[in-house]
Each structure stands twice: as C-alpha cells, then as structure tokens.
C-alpha cells in the first residue's frame, strides 16, 4: 500500500493487532452492546520516506461518526487548562479578535467557548457528532463543514480520523490553520502504544505533517510538541488563498538544519521496536491483572487508552469499574468488553483496592479526587 502522506510504495507493517472494536468513542447503552461491537484488523505501516505510521487495513466504510460517539477530554480540570492557555496563545498571537474562526471537528464546542472567553471574534464549528447551538457568538452546525470559509481554521484531533489527508487539506478555503494530532513519537519512543486504535488510520510526525500540508499548498510555519509529548502541534499559511493547489515536487535530499521534513537516520530502526513493545506491555499488564486476583481493580478513563488495554489483554476481567468525568459515558460500557463506565463518586460505595491510571498526566488530578471523596486505594500506572 502507498503511503497516504507521500505516495511512497515502500511501507512495511511493523505491528499487527488484530481485530480491535472499531469505534473506541461511541457510547453503548447495555454490556450486551458493547460486547458485540464492530471489530476490525488493524495493521500498522511505516513509510520510509516521511515518517508517517498508518493502518495499512482501514477501511473508511466501517467507520461512522454520529451523536452517540463522544471523545472528549474537557471534563478533566488538566485538559481545560491546557485547552484555555492554547486558546489565549492563539487569540494574541493570530490576533483572533477581530477575525472570524472556523473549528472542523468541534466536538460540543469546547474549545470555541475558550477562544471566545480568550477574547476571540465570532466562532463557529462543525461536528457530524455535534448537536447544532447558536449563542454567544459560538455557533454549531452538525456536518464535515466542507468547503467552510473563515479569516482561521482549528483542526483539532481530526486530520488522523482522516484517510486521504491531501484532498482534505486542500478543500479548506482558509489562508491560516492550526493543527493538532496525537504525535507519533509518543507512541513509539514512550510508549504511548494504548493510543493506537482504528479510528486513527494515520500517526503523524512532524515530518510527515509538513510533508502533507506542502503537498496542500501550505507552508508550515510552526511546529510544537504539546501536552506531555502527546499532542504534534502545527501551524501553517497559504501564500495565496486558494484551494485545489497542485502537489508541489517534494524534496528528498536530507540536510542538518533541522528541517522538519528530515526523517531522523534511526526511525526505521524505532518503529521496527514497537512490535515488541506492544507484545512486552501486553505481558506485563496480564502479569499484573493475575497479581490483583481477588483485589477490587478499577481502571481510571473510558477513552482510547482504557479501551484498547482492556481489549487487548487476557485477564482484563479482574477490572470491575471503568471511571470516567465525562458524564455522557455514565451507565455506558466499554466497547468490546462490557465493562461498565461509571462516576468518579461511585468509588464512595464501591471501595476500590487498585486504581489503573495510564495517561500519568492526570496523577495529581486524580490523587486530589480519590482524596477528596475519601478513598484510599493505591494509584497504579
């Protein structure tokens, strides 16, 4: 399979997952539901040539994006602090307030409200998953947004749900964007393996982004690593505004200036090394799952990571609960396994011995809620 950043045929898998619950996000009213959710092959490929990692089986028909799927992360008092700061940066920096912004993928509108509380002009988003609001000068159209106009464009978090990032790109009718995605090198240098499921048909790098926004007609302007390493942040600008732009002829030769286009000498070599990780994280996490035989096990976040863990390991059963602040994934279920999603306060009668946090940015965010609703149970990463 060519490479979808940059048409390279050279790709080799380097991990094989199997069949994994299709949707991680979408929220299943009863075990019996989830258990029977939509499974597919995911299959992971390396492209030599940009860096990117994608799912050389994805099939786009499989997957559907409506209003019972919910993957938002602004529940946690961590992810709106990082979301307001991103908000107030872009506002002074875009000087957003006299500009129009367009958000593709806005969820509910989260981030819209922190750009207007930060000062932002008129906001407005789309979201197949959204239901549509008009107020306070953020409005919501449920759809893709194609072809939506703005002075700005957000893209938070979608261009990986994309399989033919190029077309995408090219369609946005704006002269100015900010992207965010997970960052691939989270998932191979610090094992970040529990984010990889198969709505995400592609990982990017920072190479690999700044190859399939030139191939757009954007030219990138800034790249950051965000949020722990998790997050890749870009930013970029057409030099005309203008869609439908020829793919420009990509540059091959390597240089020592640190263009973001260079893939380091030793990727190949570092995702070759995921497919064991992921095997060796699959071992230990079992090996655990038996030594807390018979303790009161729960595992903290009903998201990407919590999901993939549960259905990837044998013995995952000895976890009883799955919390979650998200409060539209209470009484739901974990798809693929059943397990029960639950409130933060229901830890009160529930007296866990065990807490499983796999995201260690929310530690002390969780430590102060255990504490607060007086459970003692051990935090385990």
């Known amino acids: 399979m060519s490479c979808p950043g940059c048409d390279d045929p050279h790709a080799r898998s380097i991990v094989q997952l199997g069949a994994v619950p299709v949707h991680a996000h979408v929220l299943h009213r009863s075990a019996e539901a989830a258990r029977a959710a939509d499974r597919a092959e995911l299959t992971l490929a390396a492209c030599p040539k940009c860096g990117l990692l994608f799912n050389e089986a994805f099939d786009p028909a499989r997957v559907a994006y409506d209003l019972e799927y919910d993957n938002a992360l602004h529940g946690s008092r961590r992810f709106r602090e990082y979301q307001r700061a991103l908000a107030e940066d872009l506002v002074q920096r875009h000087e957003l307030g006299n ?106 790098t920072p190479w690999s982004l700044a190859t399939v926004l030139q191939r757009a007609g954007f030219g990138v302007t800034r790249t950051t690593s965000a949020y722990g390493g998790q997050f890749l942040q870009a930013e970029a600008r057409r030099d005309k505004q203008q869609t439908g732009l020829p793919a420009p002829e990509l540059r091959t030769e390597r240089r020592r200036d640190g263009d973001v286009r260079d893939v380091p000498e030793d990727w190949a070599e570092r995702t070759a090394a995921l497919s064991r990780a992921y095997e060796e994280a699959v071992d230990a996490w079992r090996a655990r799952f038996a030594e807390w035989n018979g303790a009161r096990v729960v595992l903290w976040g009903a998201g990407s990571k919590g999901v993939m863990l549960l259905n990837a390991v044998d013995g995952s059963s000895a976890v009883g609960r799955v919390v979650d602040v998200n409060p539209k994934k209470h009484g739901c279920f974990v798809a693929g396994t059943g397990h029960p999603i639950v409130p933060p306060d229901a830890l009160v009668s529930w007296r866990p011995d065990v807490v499983v946090l796999l995201n260690s940015l929310y530690r002390k965010e969780v430590q102060a809620t255990l504490q607060g609703l007086g459970v003692t149970a051990a935090v385990r990463a």
Do not use: M, Q
């Not at 988003?125 to 549509?132: E, I, K, L, R, S």
């Not at 399989?163 to 610090?190: G, Q």
């Open 99 to 204: 500009k129009s912004t367009v958000e593709l993928g806005c969820g509910d509108g989260g981030f819209l409200r922190a750009l207007r509380a930060a000062g932002a002009g008129p906001c407005i988003g789309f979201d197949p998953t959204a239901a549509p609001i008009d107020t306070d000068g953020v409005r919501i159209e449920r759809g893709y947004g194609e072809n939506a106009a703005g002075d700005f464009l957000v893209c938070r978090h979608v261009l990986e749900h994309i399989p033919d990032p190029i077309p995408f790109l090219r369609s946005i009718a704006v002269r100015s964007l900010y992207l965010e995605v997970p960052d691939a090198r989270w998932t191979v240098d610090a094992g970040g393996i529990w984010d990889l499921l198969y709505e995400h048909c592609s990982y990017y």
